[in-house]
């Protein structure tokens, strides 16, 4: 490891994207479970690696919502 950078979105820490090599490849260690498909992911541009990592978790965020909604008992909201 090169050097590392920490990853947050929205104020919540997700994971850290660590330096390989001199070619500027970094490694995605995902810490937070709205981000586990994409630890190990290897990527040579930063700005694309946070850009893909928010996306994803805040498409998971808003699909652990819809899942909250789903549980709550009837009459209820």
Do not use: W
Request: with cysteine; net charge positive.
């Amino acid at each position: 490891m090169l050097d590392s950078q920490v990853i947050e979105i929205d104020g919540i820490f997700v994971g850290t994207a660590i330096l390989v090599d001199r070619n500027q490849t970094h490694r995605f260690y995902a810490t937070h479970d709205n981000v586990r498909s994409l630890h190990n992911m290897i990527v040579q541009d930063m700005t694309a690696l946070k850009h893909r990592v928010a996306q994803t978790f805040r498409r998971m965020a808003r699909c652990d919502m819809g899942a909250l909604g789903r549980l709550r008992p009837q009459g209820q909201a």
